[in-house]
Structure formats: structure tokens, C-alpha cells
């Protein structure tokens, strides 16, 4: 079997935009195609990624509308919606095409637009957030994202004695981080003090443990492998690529702290690898909220549960740890516009590969993975790409 490689990568910067999805996501593809060196008429498929759109935006039908504003109209183009795993599932389809020869040359993406730009303000839009909760027994209840995962904090900290405080020192080592990534949403230091001082949103997190409401676009050109070498753009392997899901709802999960899914992902990635925890040079994480970031870091291997918020305050996760995660700012502070996120993070694992990450670059980065989660911890995508030898 061929592996596929990404040879192009672009996203938009993170925030607020004005403009309409096709003009922002044509950014991220049109950057994504010129980094690969690629002309339009290579493409042979399109991934798309939108969670929000038909809610958000009254803007259906995507993936064809998209295309044909970017000039790739008469190829097979399909929309994912997965939460906010959503593009990481384009990603992973479009792997597979390309890795058993159903297509040479895909565009894989997403697009989303969750800021006030919309004419959408905090409450709408988390209300639409939480229709990715269970209908019948979550939504009713009025439970929200940062409800969901301050709940799975919260077990986190009873089960094992994690702390606000720890908790806070991801968000700051997140926004240091942000600083050095030109296109991250809120581009500055934070302290412990200013997390814990931020109003409450969802006991235990505070304003300053949440990702914002972002806008934004990514994209990535993946290629076979064989035919990476006829591209421009400096070739990254993807090595491996794992996807499960655990129950929804929370009630129905056998625990709430193990994020079952990234766990069963991350096994079926590291295997298709040939990789283990201790492989990994540095790592994009999903943290959506602070304490996201921890679960994440336990259910990839990097640190034994329970440990999670130690390392973090410990500075174990900062660009110069023993393990970075989330070099570009993560969700944190780089941003979270949902149907973006996915290949924003295949994006910087690219850069970072490459070598070519500047200041928040991660010293010998041979090999890296992306953590992208959907909804109440129930889809999980993990993907390993390693530097070309
Ligand atoms: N991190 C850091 N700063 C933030 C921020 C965040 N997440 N969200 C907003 N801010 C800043 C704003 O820039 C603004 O700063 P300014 O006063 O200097 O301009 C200030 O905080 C207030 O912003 P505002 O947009 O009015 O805040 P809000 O109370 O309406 O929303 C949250 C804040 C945290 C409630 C909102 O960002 C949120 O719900 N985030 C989570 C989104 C989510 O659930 N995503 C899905 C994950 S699964």
C-alpha cells in the first residue's frame, strides 16, 4: 500500500473575518495549493470539513459550492461533519483515498465562522455548540461544551487531585506559545493569575481556561506517495491515521476521564506508525478547555493518568519540555473556528516537520501527532506524521 504525504499546507489566520466562507476558505486553499506547487487541474477530489454552516450561516451544500468558487468544480467533493473532529475526518478520508488508489491528488480542508461577524452573539452560538449534545438527554438539561468538559474536569480533579491552578498553567503555557504563531487569535501572555482571576463559566473553568469563538480555514494537499516527488512543496509523511468513538452521552461512557475513543485512536495510529508515546517529538492537542488538554495528554501516553496537571505545571509541555504540545497556541489561544481546527493542526505538524515553524519551532522534530476531538469526547481522530528522511 502507498502511504500519502502531505506536500502543501495553508490556513487563514484565526478570529474575526467579514467575509463570506468561500472567500475565507479559498485563502487556505489557494495557500495550501501554491505551497505544494500544485495546479488545480492535478486535484482530483475535494474533503471538506463544515460543522455549522446549515445553523450558523443558512449555507448548505457546501463542499460543490466551494469548489466551484475555487475553480475545482467537476470533481467528487464531499462535506464532513463530525463536531469539532470534523475536518480531521476529511483528513482521514482523503488519506485513504489516496492511499489505496481510488485518487492521486486530494484537497482536504474546512472552514468555519463562529464570532459575532456572523451576526450570531455568545448565547446563539453556544446553543448551536451544544446541538452536538445527546437530543434527548443533554440538550434538555441545557448542557453546553463548557459544561461537558468541565464535568470530565471535575471528576478529573476528584478522581485524582488535579488543580484549578494546574489547570491554568496549560492555558498559560498556550497563549505563550500563541505568541510566536502569526495567525493565532490572541497573540499575548497570560498569567496564572489572570486565568484564575477570569469570570467563572463552567465551575472549574474560568473565562481565560476556554478557547475562544473563532473564524478561520485550513487546508492541506495529500498526495500519494510516489508522486510526492513531481510537487514543489517539501514532502511530510503521514504515517498513520486511528479514528474511534465512545458513547454519547456522557452518562453512557464507562468513565469519565479516560477519553476512551483518543485512547483506542491513538492505539490504532501508533500501530499503523510503528510508534510508540515515547516517539513522539511534540504533539497538537484538542483543548478546548484547559482541562481537555490533560485528559489529552494521558489518553496519547505522554504522561500516566492522573498525572496530567502535574506535567503541565511542572513546564513539562512548553516548547522546551520534555514533550510540546500545542507549539502553534492550540485551540487556546491559536483559536477554534470548529471545521477548521482539524487541519489547522495537520497544518503546523507540517511546518514543524518541515522545520520551518520559526520561533515556536520544536527543536528535532521527527515525529508528531494531532489529537482532534468531537463533541462530548465521543469522536476522536489521532494522526502521526513524520519528517521525510
Ligand atoms: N480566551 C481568552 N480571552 C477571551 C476568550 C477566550 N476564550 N473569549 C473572549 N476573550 C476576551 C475577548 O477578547 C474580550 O477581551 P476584551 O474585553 O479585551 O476585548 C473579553 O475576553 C470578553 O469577550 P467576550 O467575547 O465578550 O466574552 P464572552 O463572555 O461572550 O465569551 C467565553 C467568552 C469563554 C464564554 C466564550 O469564548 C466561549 O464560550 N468559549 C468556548 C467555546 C466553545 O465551547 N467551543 C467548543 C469547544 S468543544
Known amino acids: 500500500m502507498s502511504r500519502a504525504t502531505v506536500v502543501g499546507a ?8 467579514d467575509r463570506p466562507l468561500e472567500e475565507l476558505f479559498a485563502d487556505a486553499a489557494f495557500a495550501s495549493i501554491d505551497d505544494a ?5 492535478e486535484i482530483d477530489a475535494f474533503y ?6 446549515g445553523q ?3 449555507d448548505t451544500h457546501l463542499a460543490p459550492k466551494l469548489a466551484t468558487h475555487v475553480g475545482l468544480q467537476g470533481i467528487p467533493c464531499q462535506r464532513f461533519e463530525d463536531a469539532c473532529a470534523t475536518s480531521s475526518n476529511a483528513f482521514k478520508h482523503a488519506v485513504q483515498a489516496v492511499e489505496s488508489g481510488v485518487h492521486d491528488v486530494a484537497l482536504v480542508g474546512g472552514v468555519e465562522r463562529c464570532t459575532p461577524e456572523t451576526g450570531l452573539g455568545t448565547g446563539e452560538m453556544t446553543e448551536i455548540f ?4 445527546h437530543r434527548q438527554y443533554e440538550q434538555p438539561a441545557g448542557l453546553t461544551f463548557p459544561g461537558v468538559f468541565a464535568l470530565l474536569a471535575k471528576r478529573h480533579m476528584h478522581e485524582y487531585g488535579t488543580t484549578e491552578a494546574q489547570l491554568a498553567e496549560v492555558a498559560v503555557k498556550n497563549h505563550h506559545h500563541g505568541r510566536y504563531n502569526p495567525n493565532a487569535h490572541f497573540g499575548r501572555d497570560a498569567t496564572v493569575e489572570e486565568v484564575l482571576e477570569s ?3 463552567a465551575d472549574p473553568f474560568h473565562l481565560m481556561d476556554c478557547c475562544p469563538f473563532s473564524d478561520g480555514a485550513s487546508a492541506v494537499v495529500v498526495v500519494a506517495d510516489d508522486l510526492a516527488e513531481n510537487f514543489a512543496g517539501e514532502p511530510v509523511s503521514v504515517a498513520g491515521v486511528g479514528h474511534s468513538t465512545d458513547a454519547v452521552p456522557l452518562a453512557d461512557k464507562a468513565s469519565l476521564t479516560e477519553t476512551r475513543a483518543a485512547r483506542d485512536a491513538a492505539a490504532e495510529a501508533y500501530a499503523q506508525a510503528d510508534v510508540t508515546p515515547d516517539d513522539v517529538d511534540f504533539a497538537e492537542v484538542h483543548d478546548c478547555f484547559t482541562g481537555a488538554e490533560v485528559l489529552a495528554i494521558e489518553a496519547l501516553g505522554f504522561f500516566e493518568d492522573g498525572t496530567g496537571g502535574r506535567a503541565a505545571a511542572e513546564g513539562r509541555t512548553y516548547l522546551d519540555g520534555d514533550i510540546p504540545v500545542n507549539p502553534s497556541g492550540g485551540l487556546k489561544a491559536k483559536g477554534h473556528p470548529i ?13 514543524q516537520l518541515r522545520g520551518d515553524a520559526g520561533r ?3 527543536e528535532g522534530a521527527a515525529t508528531g501527532v494531532a489529537h482532534n476531538l468531537g463533541g462530548d469526547a465521543a469522536t476522536t481522530v489521532v494522526t502521526v506524521m513524520e519528517a521525510r528522511t
Open 37 to 41: 506547487g500544485a495546479t488545480l487541474d
Open 339 to 351: 471545521g477548521a481546527t482539524g487541519t489547522a493542526q495537520i497544518v503546523e505538524l507540517t511546518g
Open 56 to 58: 450558523a450561516e443558512g
Open 130 to 133: 451544544a446541538s452536538a449534545a
Open 199 to 201: 469570570p467563572t463559566v
Open 10 to 17: 495553508g490556513m487563514t489566520e484565526f478570529g474575526p473575518h
Open 360 to 362: 515556536r519551532q520544536v
Open 48 to 53: 471538506f470539513g463544515n460543522a455549522l454552516g
